[in-house]
């Protein structure tokens, strides 16, 4: 599929290089062409001059900006995200990163109010941008939790997500994208406050098929 990425960071670069080396079709784009042509370049996707020209002929649009960053994309692109799939792989992080922006409800909630009409998705945001390019452990694959309201929206991202090497687990309505952000601040706070090297990724163990 034809994948947009916004945002040139670590998550941006490293979902380019895997999305690229999986076959897709990546286009990058961030605040600073320049940087995202860099990025681009290293990870053998497209760099485009602004997010608009990025979505322009995507099928699935990632954001992957800082999360206060987010209103601000998405009132940018809101006309021109129509007909396209947003994969949110943000989190709710404050300026000092000790604890999440939102209260009662989801990041994922609040952009999906942002653009009407726009299927968003909840994924990739419990992963580190890391595992990307290695999404094993010990032989077995990283979980990537999928939440969202629209079946056909969330079926482009688990096609996107279980090309990459996840097993994807359909974690239900967008409503549980709050359990999907807090279980990512949970690890992003284990990694900072233990000294940790940022490669620890969840996994559900277990049964998980009905009998």
């Known amino acids: 599929m034809h ?14 290089g895997a999305a690229t080396a999986a076959g897709h079709s990546v286009t990058l784009a961030a605040a600073d062409p320049q940087h995202a042509a860099e ?20 099928d699935v ?14 009132d940018e692109l809101r006309d021109a995200l129509q007909g396209k799939v947003v994969i949110d792989s943000t989190n709710p992080l404050n300026e000092s990163f000790s604890d999440t922006t939102t209260t009662d409800r989801s990041a994922a909630e609040e952009l999906q109010e942002r653009i009407p009409g726009v299927p968003v998705v909840k994924a990739f ?9 290695n999404p094993t452990e010990s032989g077995q694959p990283l979980d990537a ?38 279980m990512a601040f949970l690890n992003i706070s284990l990694n900072a406050g233990n000294s940790w090297t940022w490669q ?3 996994k559900l ?7």
């Open 145 to 182: 939790y999928i939440a969202g309201d629209d079946a056909d929206a969330k079926g482009k991202a688990s096609e996107l997500a279980g090309s990459l090497g996840y097993r994807v687990i359909d974690a239900g309505s967008l409503r549980m994208a709050r359990a999907l952000e807090e």
């Open 3 to 16: 994948v947009a990425i916004i945002g040139s960071g670590n998550v941006g670069g490293a979902l380019a």
């Open 39 to 58: 990025v681009a370049g290293r990870a053998g996707a497209n760099a485009a001059s602004s997010n608009a020209d990025a979505v322009r002929d995507a």
């Open 205 to 211: 163990v277990g049964p998980t098929d009905a009998q």
């Open 61 to 74: 649009v990632v954001l992957a900006i800082p999360g206060l960053a987010v209103p601000a994309v998405a």
């Open 125 to 133: 945001n419990t992963i580190f941008a890391s595992r990307h390019g």
């Open 200 to 202: 620890s990724g969840w």
